[in-house]
């Protein structure tokens, strides 16, 4: 019988043949209680079958894989002292997930409240065209508020987002003056407001301590030149004896312009004009501004103003559509560099004040000087 068919080594104990019996006289130890064993009896003894160890290399000792050596059913314990575990059943297969739907095309949509929008801007329209046919100091009570309100929005955001304190005070009052000058004077008085204004920002600021002086004078004759002296043409075209219709071709105009340039941007659009600046701006939208614009200044120009040809209007609508873009780029070049999206929130859908005068305070100049060019200041 070999040694090795019960998993015990030669030499290793445990009282067999060819190893020394744990008890008894060979070892000092007391002799075992019960009856003796016998060698006679293990010669008897049928060998026990050899289980093969699939994990162990032949000549390797079975030591080295105690752990897998032993047989094991399934779902039993690997040793003796472990709990009885239940037997391992296949998880299931998961279900097949459902083929992903694609994702409808999302419908371009505006950036603002168009319901909003449009009844801000009807309102708006109502005031000015009542207060342009009724009684033309009326209207230009309108352009003053409307500067203040502007001058009041653009410096807080200047005040809020960069620290600069623009004097608010001397550059509200010295707009109010130079659109009643305008009115009332001309061209000169809208220049001599101008410089009284910027005068009275520099000693206005003067109360305040020296530090960012020159900084917060220069924003300061920035406003008063970008929004209070821009709004005194509009003053000078009332001044002519069909005053009122050239201010309604000059807003109307610009109105088209942006019209158009939103309609056909928006159906249209794909190639950017200023991604830098104006993301939302495309040059197809361009195009639209300046087509609505032409055919809105043949229109004007043949019905609204007194000895108004129709290329005029072409020419008009032309200058007003670039004018317009361009103020408009250059309040947003403002607003980036704020970091704001709107200057105010005073009008619902269109923001504040200043979002709305973008583009109209750059035309004013233009629109007036063209018409003095083509039918005369009278």
Same mark, same amino acid.
């Given at each position: 019988?070999?040694?090795?068919?019960?998993?015990?080594?030669?030499?290793? &104990? *445990?009282? !067999?043949?060819?190893?020394?019996? =744990?008890?008894? #006289?060979? /070892?000092?130890? %007391? +002799? @075992? $209680?019960?009856?003796?064993?016998?060698?006679?009896?293990?010669?008897?003894?049928?060998?026990?079958?050899?289980?093969?160890?699939?994990?162990?290399?032949?000549?390797?000792?079975?030591?080295?894989?105690?752990?897998?050596?032993?047989?094991?059913?399934? &779902? *039993?314990? !690997?040793?003796?002292?472990?709990? =009885?575990?239940? #037997?391992? /059943?296949?998880? %299931? +297969? @998961? $279900?097949?997930?459902?083929?992903?739907?694609?994702?409808?095309?999302?419908?371009?949509?505006?950036?603002?409240?168009?319901?909003?929008?449009?009844?801000?801007?009807?309102g708006l329209g109502a005031v000015i065209i009542a207060s342009l046919f009724i009684w033309k100091p009326a209207f230009i009570g309108v352009i003053a508020v409307a500067v203040v309100v502007g001058l009041w929005e653009l410096t807080s955001r200047l005040r809020e987002e960069k620290g600069i304190n623009a004097?608010?005070?001397?550059?509200?009052?010295?707009?109010?003056?130079?659109?009643?000058?305008?009115?009332?004077?001309?061209?000169?008085?809208?220049?001599?407001?101008?410089?009284?204004?910027?005068?009275?920002?520099?000693?206005?600021?003067?109360?305040?301590?020296?530090?960012?002086?020159?900084?917060?004078?220069?924003?300061?004759?920035?406003?008063?030149?970008?929004?209070?002296?821009?709004?005194?043409?509009?003053?000078?075209?009332?001044?002519?004896?069909?005053?009122?219709?050239?201010?309604?071709?000059?807003?109307?105009?610009?109105?088209?312009?942006?019209?158009?340039?939103?309609?056909?941007?928006?159906?249209?659009?794909?190639?950017?004009?200023?991604?830098?600046?104006?993301?939302?701006?495309?040059?197809?939208?361009?195009?639209?501004?300046?087509?609505?614009?032409?055919?809105?200044?043949?229109?004007?120009?043949?019905?609204?103003?007194?000895?108004?040809?129709?290329?005029?209007?072409?020419?008009?609508?032309?200058?007003?559509?670039?004018?317009?873009?361009?103020?408009?780029?250059?309040?947003?070049?403002?607003?980036?560099?704020?970091?704001?999206?709107?200057?105010?929130?005073?009008?619902?859908?269109?923001?504040?004040?200043?979002?709305?005068?973008?583009?109209?305070?750059?035309?004013?100049?233009?629109?007036?000087?063209?018409?003095?060019?083509?039918?005369?200041?009278?």
């Amino acid at each position: 019988m070999n040694d090795s068919s019960w998993g015990v080594p030669p030499g290793a &104990g *445990g009282g !067999l043949a060819g190893g020394p019996a =744990p008890w008894g #006289p060979a /070892t000092g130890g %007391p +002799a @075992p $209680a019960g009856p003796s064993y016998d060698g006679h009896e293990a010669a008897q003894t049928r060998p026990m079958p050899i289980v093969p160890d699939a994990g162990r290399n032949p000549g390797e000792p079975d030591d080295h894989h105690a752990d897998r050596g032993a047989a094991r059913l399934p &779902g *039993g314990p !690997l040793f003796h002292d472990e709990p =009885p575990q239940e #037997p391992m /059943t296949p998880a %299931p +297969a @998961p $279900a097949p997930s459902p083929a992903p739907v694609p994702p409808l095309p999302e419908k371009k949509r505006a950036g603002r409240d168009l319901r909003a929008a449009i009844g801000v801007g009807l309102g708006l329209g109502a005031v000015i065209i009542a207060s342009l046919f009724i009684w033309k100091p009326a209207f230009i009570g309108v352009i003053a508020v409307a500067v203040v309100v502007g001058l009041w929005e653009l410096t807080s955001r200047l005040r809020e987002e960069k620290g600069i304190n623009a004097p608010l005070v001397p550059l509200a009052v010295g707009g109010a003056a130079m659109v009643v000058a305008g009115f009332v004077s001309g061209p000169g008085g809208a220049w001599v407001a101008m410089a009284l204004t910027a005068l009275a920002v520099l000693v206005w600021r003067m109360t305040e301590p020296p530090e960012g002086y020159l900084r917060d004078v220069t924003a300061g004759i920035f406003a008063a030149f970008y929004v209070p002296f821009l709004a005194t043409f509009v003053s000078l075209m009332l001044t002519a004896d069909d005053g009122a219709q050239r201010v309604v071709t000059f807003l109307v105009l610009t109105v088209v312009s942006d019209t158009g340039a939103y309609a056909v941007g928006w159906r249209f659009g794909t190639h950017k004009l200023a991604p830098r600046i104006s993301p939302g701006k495309t040059r197809e939208g361009l195009f639209g501004a300046v087509a609505f614009a032409m055919a809105g200044g043949v229109l004007c120009m043949t019905l609204l103003v007194d000895g108004g040809q129709w290329w005029q209007g072409l020419v008009i609508g032309v200058a007003v559509a670039a004018s317009a873009t361009l103020g408009d780029l250059g309040e947003s070049m403002i607003k980036r560099d704020l970091g704001i999206k709107d200057m105010g929130t005073l009008l619902p859908g269109h923001g504040g004040i200043m979002d709305r005068l973008d583009s109209l305070l750059p035309t004013a100049p233009v629109v007036w000087l063209l018409l003095v060019a083509f039918v005369g200041s009278g």
